[in-house]
């Protein structure tokens, strides 16, 4: 059975950094990409950042890429979502997600694509 757990969210103000964690388990990490999608309240679910750990490649939204920064451990089976500058339009809660790997792409990375959802972490970053 696919898991995966999320950690790291909280309250942060604007300006602020936080680092998300993914532990994982059930599946082979190399065979599945891993992501980050998001939820602000009232939205749709958007994607953030991937990647693919058997490819060494990832994507992060393009509104998002200069101050967010994915990350993997294969060995621990882990993922992390590094998140700087954070603004008050960053909150929500952030999932993580395993799809196949070789959608870690700007034209396939979306929430329809996802296999197993985590249960989510709330960031809220106040003014």
């Known amino acids: 059975e696919v898991q995966l757990v999320e950690s790291g969210g909280g309250l942060v103000q604007a300006g602020g950094s936080l680092r998300l964690s993914c532990a994982t388990s059930?599946?082979?990490?190399?065979?599945?990409?891993v992501g980050w999608l998001r939820q602000a309240p009232g939205q749709e679910r958007e994607a953030v950042s991937c990647?693919?750990?058997?490819?060494?490649?990832?994507y992060t939204n393009d509104s998002l890429k200069d101050r967010f920064t994915m990350s993997s451990d294969t060995a621990k089976m882990a993922v992390y979502l590094q998140m700087n500058s954070l603004k008050p339009e960053d909150t929500g809660v952030y999932y993580c997600?395993?799809?196949?790997?070789?959608?870690?792409?700007?034209?396939?990375?979306?929430?329809?694509?996802?296999?197993?959802w985590g249960q989510g972490t709330q960031v809220t970053v106040s003014s």
């Open positions: 997600a395993a799809f196949p790997t070789s959608y870690c792409n700007r034209a396939y990375f979306t929430p329809g694509i996802i296999g197993s």
């Open positions: 059930g599946f082979t990490f190399d065979d599945y990409g």
């Open positions: 990647i693919s750990p058997r490819f060494g490649h990832t």
